[in-house]
């Protein structure tokens, strides 16, 4: 959360033209709207309730639309759409934040270790992000889109899969006890990991992921490897 309030506090500052009509090309749902002046929680308890249930329908319809094949997110032109066209997307934003354009970026894949994943983005890459990856169509690209589109991809997952390899064993719970172990020492993960958490490794629904939602992964692994 705090990378994203570092980001969102720069973008504000930067002078970078943003794309606009950005989703024009996708004809995505529309997002519901509410007013910005108020805090959420300080709605009306109805209106509060009429958003969320917008923002179901629009996710709803949304994966539909993903679905019948209406939207091609293969943001880094690999001829396949997952969660790295997602970090893509995240790249870029960060680019539009510092107005700097930086060709080649690493993201972390544990943040235990270290280990990381190094990618290269092109102009194309660009263009396609910014024609296609204002998903909630406020006119921007930014991590709330990518949320919306992770949303999307892990609707179809198995919940506890965390890494989507179409199983729930072991190396699930393992991913996510490092997530909350991490998080529990104030190690930040990014916004795409907290993501996939969210969506996949929230088990028990409680908004948050920790030693309840692996003990139930490694429960129902065991419960699945001896059936
Ligand atoms: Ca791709
Ligand atoms: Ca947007
Ligand atoms: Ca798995
Ligand atoms: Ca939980």
Redesign the pocket.
């Known amino acids: 959360m705090k990378k994203t309030a570092v980001f969102m506090s720069a973008i504000i500052v930067g002078a970078m033209a943003l794309p606009t009509a950005a989703n024009a090309k996708n004809d995505y749902p529309s997002f519901p709207t509410r007013p910005k002046d108020i805090e959420f929680t300080d709605l009306p308890e109805e209106e509060q309730q009429a958003y969320l249930e917008g923002v179901e329908s629009y996710r709803t319809a949304l994966c539909t639309a993903y679905q019948n094949g209406e939207y091609d997110w293969d943001f880094n032109l690999d001829g396949e759409t997952d969660v790295m066209d997602a970090y893509y997307i995240l790249h870029y934003y960060s680019e539009l934040a510092v107005n700097t354009k930086r060709d080649e970026f690493i993201f972390i894949t544990d943040y235990t270790t270290k280990e990381y994943t190094a990618c290269s983005i092109n102009d194309e890459m660009r263009a396609k992000i910014a024609e296609e990856a ?9 991590p ?2 990518i949320s919306q589109m992770l949303y999307v991809l892990y609707n179809a997952k198995l919940k506890g899969d965390v890494n989507t390899d179409g199983k729930l064993d072991a190396r699930d719970a393992s991913d996510m006890l490092k997530f909350y172990s991490n998080n529990s020492v104030n190690i930040q993960s990014d916004y795409i990991t907290e993501k996939n958490m969210e969506y996949l490794g929230d088990l028990n629904d409680d908004g948050k992921v920790d030693a309840n939602d692996t003990s139930y992964a490694l429960a129902e692994y065991s419960r699945l490897a001896t059936e």
């Open positions: 204002d998903i909630n169509g406020d006119n921007r690209v930014r709330d889109d």
